[in-house]
């Protein structure tokens, strides 16, 4: 059959690839083996074997995505959480009333959590059936409904990929009259997951691990190797790399499955594998751009600008929550996530000519970005906000080939996993933090805010040696004013006059005109070339 061909044709390619590439086609093998099942389950005669044909059995998956470069098979076990929903699901009362639903973002561990439940509920004697996609449940309805009549004790269906199927009339019967077959369900939280309808939801907070997590489950002995001398040194990396993608569990041991080699091997530092991990060549791998794509949810512009504008009505935080975007607060699960989304814009084949490092490189980007900013927009809300600002500009900066971004504000991501640095790293040549701020009117509190926002470059908040912002690497800094009144820039106090002159960027939003200092820069849109 062609469903068959193409399963085929998938794990060659994945057989046939590097090492270091694998991931690229793994999950098209994936799509395709999931494809042929539901083929060849509709293609088998008689509803009642097509049922018994999703029987669960007790096996652990030999091909654990986790066990190139030298490590072995590894399954975060999650065993709290488990133990939370076999105790749900076991509880008196009719199967519908005992169902519980796990969302979660793209690639968080739902289905490898279904699937642990699964042995946990075949170990204490359960009839066990599995679903790899919840399509799989077309046609058998019928049997299903025999089948819960026939019953006199529970059984229990594991369905993955929820969104799949619905608003189905399985999942009607499933989470509304069924008796004794009790369903847990796991899927990508978006409208159509039918998670509403589920007695117990747990959201997708609950599947990213903690740093408390890393030694419980044992991720770092894994990734040390058993090696009591490589603990202090591998946990500081994979700590690091927890920070940046906020728990979410396939990138976190993907990432580290491929940087901590170089300790283990090689002798490196946390500090050195650190600095790879956050340096221009490995955001650009095909390694990391694997990673990203996996974690990736379908997303729009739109709703991010909705986002971090301020969503009084919540449609788009909403959508965004349930494509395992962001949190029901409004922020982005991690900063890898967000990272990831305008990695996706892809470079538009524009470069900026002789593109410079530091503050002369963060001028010409200014002057290629701020005036691609669709200021009407945001006309109708209320005017311009600092995160929507921040995020649009990051947005079409994103399209120059020679500069991937980095996010590190904590209002618009996770708080949790956002270290205290500028709100926007521009990374390659320019090697650049630049500092966001917005003021409405001319008042004593702007002029207050820009001297705090410029002060955080040299002096520490509580009267210590380090500065609250400590740069490293040449790295170089400059702070974004976007000044939403008047017609000259706001000066800071005469202590940061030299600052202001130097490193200080004013864009007068009413008049779309760029200064540094107090000098105007003309705003370039032809600043970039196509190539």
Known sequence: SVAEAKVGVAEAKWQAAPEGEKDEFLKDVEIARKAWDSFAGAMKPGAERQLEDYKFVLKRD??????????????????????????????TGYGWERTVHVSGSRASGKTTLLRLVGEDLLKAGKTVYYFENSQDLKGILPTIRALDKKLNKSIFFLVDETQANAGSSPFTFLLKSAKNIVMIGAGIPDYGASSEGFSMRLQTSKLFITRQELEKEGIVDYFAGGNASNV?????????????????????????????????????????????????????????????????PDVGKYDLIKLFRGDKDQVAVNRLERAGFCDSSGRIISR?????????????GLIICDLEPGVEGIEQVLRFGLPRIEWEDYTSHGGPVENA??????????????????????KLVDAGTSSRRPDMFLNSIVNSYVEALLSRGNSAEAKKSLDEHISRFYESPKNGSEPHYKLQHGQDFAVLHFQNWGSEPLKPSDKWTLAFGERVFTYIMPTRQLFRGDMRVDNDPTAASSV
């Open 232 to 296: 202090e040194q591998v946990s500081a990396l994979v700590f690091h790399i927890h920070k940046d993608c906020g728990g979410h569990v396939y990138p976190l041991m993907r990432l580290s499955e491929l940087l901590v080699p170089a300790i283990l091997r090689e002798g490196s530092s946390a500090e050195d594998c650190i600095n790879t991990y956050d340096s221009h060549g490995f955001r650009i791998s095909r390694e990391f751009g694997a990673v990203c794509r996996r974690i990736l």
């Open 62 to 91: 030999p091909e654990s995505k986790f066990k190139s470069h030298g490590f072995g098979p590894f399954t975060v076990e999650r065993r709290e959480l488990r133990s939370q929903i076999i105790n749900e699901v076991q509880t």
């Open 336 to 348: 890898l996530l967000a990272e990831a989304y305008l990695a996706s814009v892809g470079a538009c």
């Open 389 to 410: 600002l921040t995020f649009e500009l990051l947005y079409i900066v994103s399209t120059l080939k020679q500069i991937d971004v980095r996010l590190f504000d904590p």
